[in-house]
């Protein structure tokens, strides 16, 4: 389905099966800019894929594209169905769950309102709010808007996990939390990876490198590598050359 | 003693009125980023439905049994149009803000207008229950009736919409929405069936406001819902753009700034003050007029 | 039925955004002048010419336009109302400097015409000032009230500002209508004072006078927008109606930049509004209510807003329909339809009204940008 990218340093160790997500040739334009110049790529239907790159290359206007959430041309299949005509709601209850940039929690809400929005007969008391996110349970009445980085954080995956999904995007989880705080994140993102696929931006490069199978770069709106995480990850001179150096410092505090 | 009676409880009654044409407005808002310039053409429609309503009935039948009738036919006209007006003209053009105001600034012009073809630019003269038309005696001062009754729908409607708001799944998804409507569809909820709920709402209300403004200004005419709107639209920034409870609490102060400025000082300097007033919310607090909670 | 994509399928391009390649052409055409072919300016410039020449002609023009004009060309009714159309498309075009150009949906440029009309017929009658000073007041008052208007109101952004400015204008309506101490006429105008001006201005014979005014203010109106359009203040502006934000970042004071919008679209909508009291003999209280307000943004959109033409023809076809869609409700086959539709159809408004809602859906850009796009040729601009 993509096209090869000439630059594309390494072919990524597909895993058998059709991918659960197709980008073939997506465009975004806003204003006059040209954010996404023909987007192409594959999310394999397990494990993680990262999908990387320097600040404002397009990795979030990807994810918003894939949600209708961004003007987007090109085609977009989910499981082999065209989805890019869609509209958002219709995407999300086609089975993709999305977890925005900054969290975007209902900050007038409650904790168990802000879940009850997608399963309004269990909200907070939904087995799988449980067994992930315990702390929640607690907080149920609390508004997330007073709740910490971290636990809006929670509030955002546990939001999503409340409703089958055939694949999650997951946008800078650990964005400005606290190393235990990430962990305790990646902990989550790993046992949710086990059942759904998940398609991850991220900046934190040793999260990366524990919880993801394979990477997509992009670069000013166009893909420039496929490959498995752990070669990139484990390559400095590559994750310079790709990523940038302030990101490769950042990946290393 | 009994003038200031007086004058708080007229005031408040103004302020009720004020409310209740604010409330759908500050809904729509809110929710949908619209300021719909097409609610005072949405009272004009159930002021004029209640006023037909009333001169078809049997002139035989009691008065208020006639203006309970008129009173839910504007309601339901109210519901209506903005339904129609919702799924054909704003619909179409979703995240397209600035059209959707001018597509509403043409139908208040060409309603209007059409008001002023089929009826007449001059007032017409509504009939009230002879209640309503007169006073009640209490701490000295003579009441007007009507005011009490515009305050009890007033608080029926706030207390019906807090109902909404915070017991029903459509009030969670409004509540939701009027602080982040993407996150509410990227959460897989149809915030379009939503919106289309809302315009009816905020249209019932409309209605509503317009019959209740014709008892209050005894007549009803092309014009009248433009001079309420834009008494409106100044509730529903002073109380923080699509806040409820803000905007309750803003149709009162505006209601009591406006029938003390006009006692107090002179005639007409009642309307200036609440346009003073508005300055000076936005030279004081002008962050907190960017979008609120309900 | 609607997509997200939707602002690429369809034309619903939102029109403050879309406004026009006029910028591409104003950055085209600031840096580029000295280089471009003196022959190919001049011939750029001569539709303009032309059409100026001709407007200027009219009042020689004894022709008869039946149906079109109530008499002959340059009959004083006909003056009148073109003389009308002329000063309302030069309205029109100030309003543009804020709406289409800034991005600034403003419900209060009423407010700032009748302050000009009704301060000019106060200062000859009420001040006795004479007529050049009485301008002068008129225009620097105007002005100042722009300033502290467009200071307060700029406070809020976007919908909010929309509401602020249309409150400000209702309490100048309310103001002009109490007429506190007989100085605004009320309901019924403040006339001109015949005396105060010259004899050229006054009097049915003199009405071509009164319509090469009208013309003037036009052109200057027209001259005073383009050089601002084409000014590096006209850039700033055309940043912030395109991404406020991105303009933010790169350095534009975006506060600044809108209320010098509002202080120039403000200072020539009183000039309008002093010859608007010229040619009409008085101030109305029409121009302060905020019907005004939205039929100048009805012209606009209608003729397209951010385009110089787009704004000057919708302000002069609207008023022209405005004057003479009365004619239609006498008319013959009206009275063949049921009398709520001819009632309906006989009020110039609805008409109006609708009209523009169908514009707004099917040529967002307005009429100009109809028309631009089935002629295509930069040069006519």
Redo the contacts between chains.
Sequence with gaps: MTEENPSTRADAPEPPGPPVLTLHDVHVRYGGSHILQGVSFDVPATGVTALLGRNGVGKTTTLRSIMGLAPRTGRILLQGNEIQAQRTARIVRGGIGYVPEDREVFGGLTVDENLRLVDPDHGVDAPVVARLFPDLVTRRGQRAGTLSGGQQQMVSLARVLLRENALLLIDEPTKGLAPKLVTEVADVLAEVALTTPILLVEQNLPLVRRIADRVVVLDAGVVVHRGAAADLVGDADLTRELLGVSMRREGAA | MSDLVLLLVTGVGLGALYFIAASGLSLIYGLMGVLNFAHGVFMTAGAYAAWLTMGALPGTWPMAGRLVIGVLVAVAVGAVVGLVVEVLLIRPLYRHHIQQVLVTVGLSLAGVAAAQGIWGADPRSVDKPAWMSGTTELLGARLPNDRFVYLLVALGLFAGLLALLHLTRLGLVIRAGVENRTMVEALGIDVHRTFTVVFALGGAAAGLAGVLHSQYAGAVSPAQGGSLLIFAFIVVVIGGMGSLTGTAVAAVVVGLVQQLANYYAASGVGDLSVVLLLALVLLLRPTSLKGATA | ????????AHT?T????DADGDLATAARTAPGQERRPRGRRLLRALPAVIGLAVLAYLPYLPVELPGVLPGRVNAPGSMQLLATCLVIGGIALSYDVLFGRTGL?SFGHALFVAAGSYLLTISLSTWALPLPLAVLVALVLSTALALVVGG??L??????F???T???A??AS??VM?NPGGVTGGEEGRPLDRDAVPDLLVGVANAPYRYWLALAFLVLAWVVVTLLVRSRAGHAMAAVR??EQ?AAVLGFGTYRVKLLAVVVGSFLGALGGVVHALVLGGSNPHLTT??FT??L??MV?LGGAGHRWGAVIGGVLYTYADARLVEVSNAAWLENLPD?VG????????I???F??VV??FA?SGLTGLGGRLIRRSGTR
Excluded: K
Aim: aromatic letters at 6%; proline letters at 7%; charged letters at 10%.
């Design positions: 039925m609607t997509s997200p994509t939707d602002h690429l619903h939102p029109s403050v955004t949906l307060i109101a406070r809020v952004g976007g919908i909010a929309a509401m602020v249309l409150a400000f209702q309490a309310i103001i109490r395109e991404n991105r905020s019907e939205l039929s943004l009805v959109v709520v009632q309906v159809l006989s009020q110039p408004l609805f109006l009204g609708s523009f809602v707004v859906y967002p």
